[in-house]
Structures are given as C-alpha cells and as structure tokens.
C-alpha cells in the first residue's frame, strides 16, 4: 500500500467524527478554563513580575480562542471534514502546552515552589479532558499525558531544596496516567456497547425474531435485487407464497405459545427443505416465502414443493402432545406473471388462494395449473 494511502488512514482515525461532539462539550468548559487562567496569571505576577503574566496569559489566551474557533466551525453542518478537525487537535495540543509551560516558567526562574502551579495546570486540563473523556481518547491522552510527562521530568531537573518532591509528582503523574487508561477503557466500553446495540437493531429491522428468518423488510430487498439479477442475465425465478393451514385453529386449541412453537417449526422445516442458495423469509403472521432463483423449468419448482410438502413429517411436539403441520403453496414466476415486486406477490397471493380452495395441502401456479399432494 502506498506510503500516502497510510498516511491519509491514519489521519482520518486520528480525527473521525466522534471528535465533532467532542469538540462542542470542550465548548462548554471554556468559562471555567478562564478562570482559572486568571488565577494562574495571578501566581505568576507574584513570583515572576507583570511582563512574564502578561506574556503567559496572551499565550494561554490565545491558543484557547483558538480552540473555540474551532470548535465553532466543527459545530456547522459543513464542518466535519478531516482539516477542521486536524486543525481543531491543534488548536488542543496548543492550549495544552500552554498550560504545561506554566510550572515549567516557574522552574526556569527557579521558584523554589511550584507545587500551586501544577496544581492549576492539573485541574484546567482535567476540565478540558473531561469533555472527550468518552469521544476522543487520543486528545484524552495528549491533553493529561503531556502535563503527566511533564511532571515526571520536572523532579530531575530541579534543585533538592524544592518542595516539589519526586514522590507527589510520582503521585500526581500517576492520577493522570490513570485518568487516561479510565477515560480510554471506557470509550472502548461504550463503542462496543454501541456496536451491539447497533447490531440488535440492524437484526431487529431485517429478520423476524421469532423464526430467526428474513422479514418482510429484507424480502423486499432480496426480491428486488433478484429482479435486477434476472433482467440482466435474461433468466427467471419463482416466488413460492406459504401459508399454514388451520393455523387459527392451533392457536384457539391450544394457545399461542403452541402458535409460536408451530412458526418456529415451520421457519426450520422450510429452511431445510430448500437449502442455503434459496431466500427464506417470513412476511408476517403464518404467512412464509420462498424465493427460488435461476429457475429452468416447472420441473424444478415441483420437486421444491414436493420437498416443502413431504418436510412437514413428523407432527410437531408440544407440551407433551402433536401438532400436525401443512402449508398451502401459491407459485408465481418472474417474469412471465408479474414484471414488478407488487404484481409478481399479487399473482402469488392469487395461486395461494386457489391452492386453499382445492383442499389446502397442495401448491398452485398462478396460471390455474395445480399440483395435489
């Protein structure tokens, strides 16, 4: 794969679009940042004098006018696309830095406490990082990991009379080491969350939850893209429409949990009698169907009924005793008795009615020709 390919992947995992929101909940601790820059410009025109405050605070200020920016452009309906959203991680890494350099100022001058310096970049950056905490684990890991790091160097570097001791930025650095692997393992939680509820609903809206068989939905789509198929390579299938015979009657008999148990049989019974290159699918109610493709002749869909028909051996078992099973079959076939999914399950819908008229057990072709089993 190209270097550049590689390159453009990872900048687009880098910024895909959970950082929109995020973006936005950053938007809203905006205020208390300010704050608490203020405050910090406070500590510095003490130890350091009005021109390194001054400077600081332009800096710190910036770069946070900056972010908002572009958490404004990120928030437009045009604006979720790539460069905004590198521009916007910028615009973060920035401002962290910025507040990193705070107790790294105070060292440089050698301020022989900065234990209140760190303090506030602490708590600035843990109200920036909350609002990606569960969006963007890499601002997470940047906007928490930078100050950690700098935190872990600053001991070694300063002179043994400071009260900024290995041990509490040892501590310090560790709280915000685990503020990230919290705040990642977390996203991780919710996005596979998301992922099988995503699922769940995809399953729900494509296949019954009864028999486990496509629904009416995906039946559709199957048949409609089964026509295209045909119209390209000039061949026909056949739509089979099932119904279950006396099925009210189970239910009236025996209740509808034995109605259920009936559907589910059926679903299984039909599923084996056709094989894995057919679409099974249940439209609703007792109602089942069958598509076939690439059909040769009449032959072929006889024995898939003769299948169907002679599958419904042995009763089906419940609570103790049997119920018998049996369908009654409508054939229609694409594109000779229908030329569009509504005409094809009309024709269908009208050999079904004849197969019941004959006597139920039996599969009818839409053109009035029977077969009895």
């Known amino acids: 794969m190209p270097r550049g390919l590689i390159s453009r992947g990872w900048l687009e995992r880098l910024g895909d679009h959970r950082l929109d929101g995020a973006a936005l909940d950053g938007l809203k601790t905006l205020l208390p940042r300010l704050v608490i820059a203020a405050l910090a410009s406070l500590l510095l025109l003490t130890h350091l004098g009005s021109r390194a405050a001054i400077l600081w605070i332009s800096f710190v200020g910036f770069a946070e006018l900056w972010c908002r920016q572009c958490s404004i452009m990120l928030a437009r309906p045009d604006g979720g696309r790539l460069p905004l959203r590198l521009n916007y991680i910028a615009s973060a890494l920035m401002t962290t830095i910025a507040w990193t350099s705070l ?58 009379a ?10 310090a650095s560790g709280l915000c080491i685990s503020y990230i692997f919290a705040s990642v393992r977390a ?44 119209d390209r390579q000039k061949s026909r299938f056949a739509l089979l429409l099932i119904d279950l015979d006396h ?27 056709v094989g894995e290159l057919s679409h099974v699918a249940r439209l609703g109610g007792d109602e089942f169907a069958i598509l076939l493709p690439d059909i040769g002749s009449t032959a072929d869909i006889d024995a898939a009924c003769g299948r169907i028909v002679d599958g419904v051996q042995p009763a089906v078992d419940f609570n103790g005793g049997q119920m018998s099973l049996s369908f009654s079959i409508g054939i229609a076939l694409y594109p000779g ?26 599969w009818c072709f839409s053109d009035g020709f029977g077969k009895v089993a």
């Open 247 to 273: 099925f009210k009657v189970v239910n009236d008999t025996f209740g509808h949990d034995a109605g259920d148990a009936l559907l589910v049989a059926a679903g299984e019974r039909l599923r084996a009698a």
């Open 103 to 160: 107790p790294v100022l105070l060292w440089w001058s050698r301020v022989p406490d900065i234990g209140s310096a760190v303090i506030v970049m602490l708590i600035s950056q843990l109200i920036h990082a909350q609002a990606f905490a569960f969006r963007a684990p890499s601002i997470v890991a940047f906007k928490v990991g930078v100050p950690a790091s700098a935190m872990l160097a600053l001991p070694w570097l300063v002179e043994p």
């Open 187 to 230: 996203n991780w939680r919710s996005d596979a969350a998301l992922r099988k509820a995503h699922d769940e609903l995809e399953y729900l809206a494509y296949f019954d939850g009864l028999t486990s068989l496509a629904n009416r939905r995906q039946f559709t789509r199957h048949m409609r893209n089964l026509i295209e198929l045909s």
């Open 337 to 362: 008795d229908g030329d569009s999914i509504q005409s094809i399950l009309k024709s269908a819908d009208v050999a079904l009615y004849d197969a019941k008229r004959r006597g139920r057990g039996t």
């Open 162 to 171: 400071s009260y900024f001791t290995t041990l509490t930025s040892t501590i």
